[in-house]
């Protein structure tokens, strides 16, 4: 199947039709900036959005689940429809169908409409990853595809980073509303300048588009769908002690065998799985996987943490974190500047290395730990994060041929996405069961009838007698007790999820150098 590629090094400068290639990067940036600073600034909203709606948490969940399940589905098959369309249009059409869904979800008066807006929203966003790194890699030349890929990366890694932040604000401020209507002008802003910046290259309105592949479009939106839906629901419904959860698994896992089986058969599948013979993409895959369960699960239980434990707002949870935000900033200018000049496996090495350093050390976290304790390593988890996505992008892609690139960007865009839904479902899974374990543990560590108990027990209740009277202090003695368990057995959970994320990352640096050598600055294999 023709491919939405890069075009050839050489060939770099007529494709920008005289702009300023950063322009272009500044351009599709915003774009995706926006899709991805939506995904994580919506689920802080979520209890405001219940509240106003006169809905349950459970069924605002669904406010995620559905962006995310759309999402999913259009992501992998951008490539095909940019071919069809043309990509500037097709482009411009998903920011504006992106844009226009945010202003109705902001409006929706009840959670069935936000649903609806929030599905065409998931749509409109899927393929902006995707066919912004395929402009960005096309308009800049082999020498500064590094530097370019830091500017898309902006995007990528900060925006999940101040979405809490942002949304925390928002809402705290105004509303949950405003957390939809923030995408408004920057959408705008986003249309005028790909309008006027970005030009389609000669071989768009050249390319052989085959006939639309229904059947593999069709297995793709049942296994994405049915996997964001367990994925989001699992935990809620005990996973597999539920029927229809049994059965979304078997419907995920034969669609999912189907079109593995029909996309790698097939020449003109939707999304050609051919690439994957590729070590090099292969391997960026994997990690681009295992970098969205890190990235995504410490960007999820790192504000649960100050929130739920130490009795932050969602607007001060978001500002704790916010320096891993600022850290990213900071390495984005270092990444740029040394992607062309060292092996990317250097790079990679050191920056999964950081990020499980600074994991490892939230793993020592306490009930006693101020505001300030953890800024300085979430801020060189931020720095460190900077390290891995640009050279991952320059390793996977590197050793592909020129016309396989955007076919490839939507399969590891997809990845990336995968393992944050996973990673985040994963973390909220652990720090459930694990604080149960932990519960129990300590139970049986201080028993009830043990004299430690009892003395702490005694003092507590004596302690109580003034405002409870004698004869009612023994229970709210109890529950007090019982709180302070929930509480260190929660601290637990966290401790356990933050320590196995690091082992994640060591994990990774040992992956990192089964890549094959890419020469910094390299074009894709294949270019002229």
Known sequence: MASAATAPPDESASMTQGVNPWLIAASVMLATFMEVLDTAIASVALPYIAGSLSASNDEATWVLTSYLVANAIVLPASNWFSLKFGRKRFLLSCIVIFTISSFACGAAPTLGILLLARIIQGA???????????????????????????????????????????????????????????????????????????????????????????????????????LQVVLDKGQEDDWFGATWIRWAVFFLVTSFIYFCWHCWRDKDAIVDLKVLKDRNFRLGCILIFMFGVGIYSTTTILPLFFQELLGYTAFTAGIAVAPRGIGAVCGMPVIGYLSN?????????????????????????????????????????????????????????????????????????????????????????LLTRRADVHQNLIINSVPRTGQQFQNSLGSLTQFLTNPYGQANAADPAQASLYQQLGRQATLWAFVDVFRWLSLLCFFCVGIVWFFKKVKPGKPPAGAH
């Open 341 to 429: 000049k060292v092996d990317p496996r250097y790079l990679l090495t050191f920056g999964f290395f950081t990020f499980g350093l600074t994991t490892l050390y939230f793993g020592n976290v306490t009930l006693d730990i101020s505001p300030t304790t953890l800024l300085l390593p979430i801020l060189i988890t931020g720095f460190g994060l900077s390290f891995i996505f640009v050279p991952i992008s320059t390793a996977a892609y590197g050793t592909l041929d020129s016309k396989q690139i955007g076919n490839a960007s939507g399969l590891f865009n997809l990845m990336r996405n995968v393992g944050g839904s996973i990673g985040i479902s994963i973390a909220s899974t």
């Open 124 to 226: 409109g966003g899927g393929a902006l990853q995707p066919l912004s790194q395929a402009i960005l890699l096309e308009s800049f030349p082999p020498a500064k595809r590094g530097a370019a890929m830091a500017v898309f990366a902006f995007g990528v890694v900060v925006a999940p980073v101040l979405g809490p932040t942002l949304g925390g604000w928002l809402t705290d401020t105004y509303s949950w509303r405003y957390a939809f209507y923030i995408n408004i002008p920057i959408g705008i802003l986003a249309i005028a300048m790909i309008s006027r910046f970005v030009h389609d290259p000669p071989y768009i309105s050249k390319a052989r588009v085959p006939a639309f592949d229904r059947y593999g479009f069709a297995a793709l939106v049942v296994w994405t769908g049915c």
